[in-house]
């Protein structure tokens, strides 16, 4: 009796791990998505930093900034600087349905809002 138990536990503890193996993994568009918030998020950072120190916001277009940046390689990015701050909107096909979804970001909200779902 007490070796079935063990064998009933263990069997339980595999399936248990094989499910949480099983149900936590991202598909690739979940961690590009991830990936394309955090960007955002780290931009948003980036340009208060600056703005802080320089007293304007730059340009993530800028050559050397993309050139640095490997992981804003194949978005589109919008970038307008305005008197109260500035507005960021990043386009991409993460899904790969060649339709393109829309994030924003901008000074008030430093939370990334979705504009068109991809």
């Not at 120190?53 to 992981?71: E, V």
């Not at 970038?79 to 899904?95: E, K, M, Q, Y």
Request: charged content about 20%.
């Amino acid at each position: 009796m007490p070796l079935r138990l063990i064998e009933l536990t263990f069997l339980v503890l595999v399936l248990i791990g094989l499910g949480v193996v099983h149900f936590s993994r991202l598909t690739p568009h979940e961690r590009d998505l991830i990936q394309l918030e955090a960007c955002l998020e780290q931009l948003y950072l980036f340009e208060k930093a600056y703005f802080a120190k320089h007293g304007r916001y730059f340009d993530p277009n800028g050559k050397g900034i993309r050139h640095a940046w490997w992981q804003i390689e194949g978005y589109t990015w919008e970038f307008w600087p305005i008197s109260t701050g500035f507005w960021l909107v990043v386009r991409a096909d993460l899904d790969g349905d060649g339709q393109l979804g829309a994030w924003t970001i901008d000074t008030a909200h430093p939370q990334v809002k979705v504009l068109n779902q991809d």
